[in-house]
């Protein structure tokens, strides 16, 4: 049974930071390669960031230069480091296994202008 445990939302001020933690069990995490999502209110859930198995990346162009993932397959976990934080980043934000339906629950991230 796979399982995700999101944490690190939370409300910031633009500008800010946050650091985003997604632990996934059930999963030959090290094989994995893995997205974060983000779903604002109203619209689709986008694709923001996405790191291969071999660690290489992705960006969507409204986060690239301001966010970072990484992953630490010693702890099954994936990270989404965001910086400068702008009101428009606010969503929920998702991991996922790529190339799978296996979603974790979502963590809010709400920035304040």
């Known amino acids: 049974q796979v399982q995700f445990v999101e944490s690190g939302g939370g409300l910031v001020q633009a500008g800010g930071s946050l650091r985003l933690s997604c632990v996934i069990s059930?999963?030959?995490?090290?094989?994995?390669?893995m997205g974060w999502y983000r779903q604002a209110p109203g619209k689709q859930r986008e694709l923001v960031a996405f790191?291969?198995?071999?660690?290489?990346?992705n960006y969507a162009d409204s986060v690239k230069g301001r966010f970072t993932i990484s992953r630490d397959n010693a702890k099954n976990t994936v990270y989404l480091e965001m910086n400068s934080l702008k009101p428009e980043d606010t969503a929920v934000y998702y991991c996922?296994?790529?190339?799978?339906?296996?979603w974790g629950q979502g963590t809010q991230v709400t920035v304040s202008s």
């Open positions: 059930g999963i030959t995490f090290t094989l994995s390669n």
């Open positions: 790191i291969h198995s071999g660690e290489s990346t």
């Open positions: 996922k296994v790529w190339g799978s339906d296996y």
